[in-house]
C-alpha cells in the first residue's frame, strides 16, 4: 500500500525552471548513457516554491558514479545553485536504479548535493554513497508527481514505496531533526507537523498544509511558533527570517508536544501489527 501525495502539477516558477533546465543539462552531460531518468520533486510538486524552497531532483542512474564524475557534479551546481550565486538552493539526489528496485529499506543514495554543504565541497568534500532513509518519501513525491525532466516516466523507472517504508523513513530522521533545530528552526518545526500529518493521515502533504492540520489539533499555548514557522516559509527568504526571544522560548516545549502526538501515533501503529 503507498501513501498518496497531495497536490498536483508542479508549479514552478519561471526562474526555477531556467534552474531546473541547468541543473538536467549538468546531469546528462556528467553521466551520458548511464542516466536512466531525471524527476522533479518536494516542494515544486507538493503545492508551489515558496521564497525559501530548495529545487529537488531525483536522477537515476545505470551505475554509480565515479570520483570524476561526483566532482564534476559539485563543481558544475555550486555556481547555479543557492543565494551565494543569487539562485534557489538545489538539491540533487542521485541514486542507482539497482540499489531501489526492487525496494529494500532503508534505500542506498550514490550522491547527494545540498546547499547546506556548500562551505564542504568548496573545501574539496564529495559526497559518496550511504544510507538515505529519506529517499523513501523522495520517490514517493516523485511517482506521484510523475514530472520527468529526462528519460521515461518514474512509474517506469521505480518501484513504488510500500507505506511502511515511508513511515520508518519519517521517524527514523527525528534524530537528524533535533539536532538541527536550532539553526534550521523553521524547517524541523514544519517537517515535525509533516511526520505528524503523515502518521495520522497517511497522506504526504506541502509544509504549510501540514502546519495547518497540526495547528487544528494543538493546545493554544503550542500554536505560535507553528504559526510563526508557517508564515516564514510562505513569505520569509532565510536572509529575512527572525524570531522573536518570546518565540523561541516557547520553541522546546512546542516540539515536546508534537514529538509526544508523534510517539503515540507509532505505540498505536505498533500495537496493530502487534
Known sequence: MQIPIAGGRPAVQN????????????????????LIGAYLHGSAVLGGLRPASDVDLLAVTRRSLDEGQRRALVAGLLPISGVAVAARPVELTVVVQADVRPWRYPPTGDFRYGEWLRADYQAGVVPAAEPMPGLAVEIAVALAADHPLAGPPPARV?????????????????????????????????????????????????KDTAADWALARLPPE????????????????????????????????????VLTRIRQLQDTAEARRG
Open 15 to 34: 526562474r526555477g525552471m531556467s534552474q531546473v533546465e541547468q541543473v538536467v543539462r549538468l546531469i546528462a552531460d556528467v553521466v551520458g548513457e548511464d
Open 158 to 206: 521505480l518501484d513504488p514505496v510500500p507505506r511502511e517504508s515511508l513511515l520508518l523513513a519519517s521517524t527514523d530522521g527525528i534524530p537528524g531533526l533535533l539536532a538541527d533545530l536550532p539553526h534550521d528552526t523553521r524547517n524541523v518545526l514544519l517537517t515535525f507537523a509533516r511526520i505528524w500529518t503523515t502518521l495520522a493521515t497517511g497522506t504526504i502533504v506541502a
Open 222 to 257: 503550542h500554536r505560535p511558533v507553528l504559526e510563526h514557522a508557517r508564515e516564514l516559509y510562505l513569505s520569509t527568504t532565510y536572509a529575512d527570517e527572525t524570531w522573536s526571544d518570546a518565540l523561541t522560548a516557547r520553541v522546546a516545549a512546542h516540539v515536546d508536544e
